[in-house]
Each structure stands twice: as C-alpha cells, then as structure tokens.
C-alpha cells in the first residue's frame, strides 16, 4: 500500500499499479499481518482517482471485494463467498483480502492479496486459509492469473464508480453467502442478516435487537 500512496502523491495516473511478488510488510485491517510467500501470490496496489471525497469513495472495499471474488470464480473456483467487509473465502477458509486507504484529493488505493500457489502456511494459519493451488489441485502461477484479477478488478471498480453503493450493496449481499450464520464482531454476538443501503453490516445480536456495524472483523462461530 505504501509504495502505491507514495506514488499518487508524486502523480502517478488513476488505475497505476503496484505489483509485489512478496510482501515483507503486508498489512490488513486494523494493523493485522497478511502472511506472503516467494512466488506464491499475487499482491498489488492500485492508485484510483476521481472520487467524490470520502463518501464518493464509502463501498470500494466491498466493490474490490466484488471484483476478486469474479477472478476467484474465473480461475476455476466455485465455493466463492464474501466475508464482511474485506475478506474473500473459498468455503470456510480465506484466499483473499482487500485493503482501501483514502488519500484525499480525490484519490483512494486499494490493496489485494491473493493466495495463488501456495502449498502450506505457517501453523497459526493452516486452519483458515487456502489458496487457489489448494482449492483446484493445480499449479497456477500468479503470471498466469494477473491478467484475469486486474480484468475482473477493473470491471467491479468501474461499474462502482456508475452505480455506487446502490450497485455495491445488492449484489454483494447476494454474493455472501453467509446471511444466517452466527459470528462476532465487535464484540457482539449474533447473527448475520444483511448490509444496510450504506454498506454497514447488520447483526441480529443474541438479545434480538439489530445492531449496525460500520467496523470491526467478523468471526464466523
């Protein structure tokens, strides 16, 4: 993310990519660790510009998220799902996650790993992640899947720039999959219903009221 934040504050065009084969300082959410391994992902930034403020920007996570998943499936997976509000899983494990950073001036970065090659992982991920190799049984390289993810990434951010949360919102609740599922998230422990028309995610907490979140990681039980 930074080499791509430091690159729009020098100038650098909208959709300009930053491309890493390994990540010695990956982050996600909430200063989180995203594990990478030599040739086993595919990690990148990508500069974007021409956005309302803030708000013109609220749902890119989710609209990345969107265009992931579509590579995820072209790629020859099936099991797709999205997890509120950066994750990409195959079944119950992660293969993917989504970072958005707002630079101001009309300018957002969003970052995607992907886990394509990758065999094994260390022990405190073995149990929740995956990767493209895993899940299909082949060897894809991730030379041979950049082209389809920045495709299938490109068509999600510009059908998000026409439709904005209006498009975002619907067809991200259909892509889920995980409506009804219990979990916690922020504390809270509930069950999953539905995104508000804004993007934030709506617990139906064990009390029976329905909470709204705007942060927070969800933890499927």
Known sequence: MEPAAAAARAGAADGHVVLARRQTAGRGRTGRVWHSDDDGGLYLSVVLRGFDGPTGAAGLTLAAGLGVAAAVRRLGTADVRLKWPNDV???????????????????????????????????????????????????????????VLL???????????TGGLAWVVPEWTGRSGLWGRRCTVAGVTGVLRRLDPDGALVLESD????????AGAVELL
């Open 207 to 214: 009390d029976g009221t329905e909470r709204r979140l705007t």
């Open 151 to 161: 495709e299938a990434l490109g068509g999600a951010v510009a059908a998000f720039r």
């Open 89 to 147: 899983l195959l079944g119950e494990r992660k293969v993917a996650g989504i970072l958005s950073e707002w630079l101001g001036e009309g300018t957002a970065v969003v970052g995607v790993g992907l886990n394509v090659g990758q065999t094994a992982f260390p022990a405190e991920l073995a149990a929740t992640a995956t990767s493209l190799a895993l899940a299909t049984g082949a060897a894809p390289t991730p030379e041979a899947e950049l082209e």
